[in-house]
């Protein structure tokens, strides 16, 4: 297992970085690499993202310094979302399988968390999301379609979309964190416009379902001091809560939203009018 951690930046400071000090601080390149977990701890909310990737064997969670327990979630809860291959996720000793699309949430408490995939050719890519949780909730398989779907946006202005609610109070109860996922329709290219940013919780992106010579444009930074990354897909993004969080593409793509704070209220934003940003 392999752990990064990132420090929280104050937003007068971003306004000074440069391309590779913003990359640095807020993009997360490698997420799945075969055989091997990796993680990305940050102290926004102490959310920690990364990737399980099992190839032959079997991939095994553990707690790394960082966390400071003896086990991964003694004071955690977990979202773990398959982008690739089938595989399954056995937790103390129960096995979940996971189709691509599928999402397993595991509670606060759970000890063994062993990450397999079905066929090593096309392994699993399990895109791990963790918070401090302070009460333990029931371990739940949760498959696209029983996850809350909302279809907003509009071809007009390239951004129609499906929104995949998957850890959410409506579908899944949790301590804080939320989890889902949006697929951009064929000929749409934004991902959250107009832009919003919400200062109770953080969040992060993980981009995906895009070829290799495609990218999206990430949108970051305060509304009048905006910045932006050029991300691949399988990269990830760690959105301040300062930070305006929004996207276009090359074409259409997936990503997967995770957030974490003082509420999990899905619809809690600080809309920024076009106009208004710089």
């Known amino acids: ?149 909302m279809s907003p946006g509009d071809p007009a202005t390239s951004n129609k979309r499906s929104i995949f609610q998957y850890i959410h109070p409506e579908i899944c109860q949790s301590c804080q964190l939320t989890m889902g996922l949006t697929m951009l329709e064929t000929g749409s290219v934004w991902n959250t416009m107009p832009a919003h940013k919400h200062d109770r919780r953080m969040e992060a992106y993980l981009y995906f379902d895009l070829e290799a010579d495609q990218r999206v444009f990430h949108f970051m930074g305060e509304p009048q001091q905006t910045r932006h990354m050029v991300v691949a897909s399988e990269q990830a993004v760690i959105s301040p809560p300062w930070s305006i969080h929004s996207g276009a593409g090359t074409r259409n793509y997936s990503f997967i939203w995770a957030m974490a704070g003082d509420n999990k209220s899905f619809t809690d934003m600080d809309h920024i009018a076009v106009a208004d940003l710089r």
Do not use: W
């Open 1 to 149: 297992m392999q752990i990064d951690v990132r420090h929280a930046s104050h937003p007068e400071a971003v306004r000074d970085f440069d391309t590779e000090t913003l990359r640095r601080h807020f993009l997360v390149e490698t997420i799945f690499e075969g055989g091997e977990i990796r993680l990305t701890y940050s102290h926004y909310d102490r959310m920690v993202i990364g990737g399980a990737t099992p190839l032959g064997t079997g991939l095994t969670l553990t707690a790394p310094t960082a966390i400071g327990q003896e086990t991964f979630l003694a004071e955690r809860e977990l979202g773990a979302l398959n982008t690739g291959g089938a595989g399954r996720i056995i937790v103390d000793g129960m096995s979940y399988d996971l189709a691509k699309y599928d999402c397993l949430y595991v509670g606060k408490g759970a000890r063994d968390i062993r990450f397999e995939s079905n066929d090593a050719a096309d392994p699993a890519k399990f895109y791990l999301v963790s918070t401090p949780a302070h009460a333990t909730h029931p371990t739940v398989l949760l498959t696209r379609d029983k996850a809350r779907h």
